[in-house]
């Protein structure tokens, strides 16, 4: 099977790079890093991808618009690919939106490594 | 108990040791942040890098242990881990006949569980370790070790970059 591609869209730096590269020496998914939603966009402009974990936090709210781009189909990725969300906690009006928009998991914090690895292989069974 | 035994190349791994300019700094928060993220992924009391000089280890960030900053070599896990290329696990210090009657593990701060990733320079000397401790026994997977490996790496990267 061929090598799928997954976006981490995470500002915090060590758990970003510690996700990616642990992926890497463990031959799972090849991870690919943005910092910010911006640098995700540039990503997902000359990329296509098979699954994405997205942080939305975002100044004491949350920002969607990552996720309303690539659900609208306004990348080269399906608009269909598997999507899990972090976010430091979620309400009802929260969830509600992530289930109109189709997220597959939302992880709360603390995020973990871990658990970032064991989502990542989980969208990449579908 | 077992001491810590020394490695062949003692002499060449003090000397790089000392080149490094490690020893006795004070904290920095790039290697602080690292063993914070190392004691919060693994939920354990516990992170250290040591460094293994001649006669103690000494710790360049810690979690976990207070004002304390060094112990002597001879009762030292990491300097048993030293002596390997992979990672060292110690599921259950008291099941372990090298460490089953280590102060450090009889008393304060009464260690059960250890992984110790050896810090080992491209010219081969092993500088010391990033390790994660707990007070109960556990298990450690592939996942896990895999993780720590990385860490590992990352701090590789901020001792030969010098990006202080």
């Known amino acids: 099977m061929a090598e799928q591609n997954m976006l981490l869209v995470e500002p915090e730096t060590m758990l970003r790079r510690t996700v990616a590269m642990t992926a890497r020496s463990l031959g799972m998914a090849h991870i690919h890093e943005a910092a910010s939603v911006t640098m995700a966009r540039e990503l997902l402009r000359h990329q296509k991808f098979d699954g994405a974990v997205i942080a939305i936090d975002a100044g004491g709210g949350h920002d969607l618009s990552l996720l309303d781009q690539l659900r609208q189909g306004r990348t080269l990725s399906k608009a269909t690919i598997p999507v899990a969300v972090l976010a430091e906690q979620c309400d009802g009006t929260l969830?509600?939106?992530?289930?109109?928009?189709?997220?597959?998991?939302?992880?709360?914090?603390?995020?973990?490594?871990?658990?970032?690895?064991?989502?990542?292989?989980?969208?990449?069974?579908? | 108990m077992i001491p810590a035994p020394t490695p062949e190349n003692e002499a060449g791994r003090i000397a790089a040791l000392y080149a490094a300019l490690l020893l006795d700094t004070p904290r920095e928060e790039r290697f602080d942040k690292i063993v914070e993220f190392a004691a919060r992924e693994f939920d354990v009391p516990i992170a250290l890098i040591s460094l293994i000089d001649s006669d103690r280890q000494w710790f360049k960030a810690a979690v976990g242990l207070g004002e304390v900053c060094q112990t002597g070599r001879d009762i030292s896990f990491c300097g048993h881990a030293i002596m390997r290329n992979d990672i060292m696990v110690i599921p259950d210090a008291l099941q372990d006949p090298r460490f089953a009657d280590n102060p450090l593990v009889t008393d304060w701060p009464h260690i059960r569980f250890y992984a110790g990733a050896p810090l080992i320079q491209r010219d081969g000397y092993a500088l010391g370790t990033l390790c994660v401790i707990d007070t109960k026994p556990r298990q450690f997977d592939d996942v896990e070790l895999a993780i720590l490996s990385t860490l590992r790496g990352l701090l590789m990267q901020e001792l030969e970059g010098g990006n202080g």
């Open chain 1, 95 to 126: 969830l509600a939106a992530l289930r109109e928009r189709g997220v597959n998991r939302v992880i709360l914090k603390p995020f973990r490594a871990r658990t970032l690895l064991d989502c990542f292989s989980a969208l990449a069974q579908g």
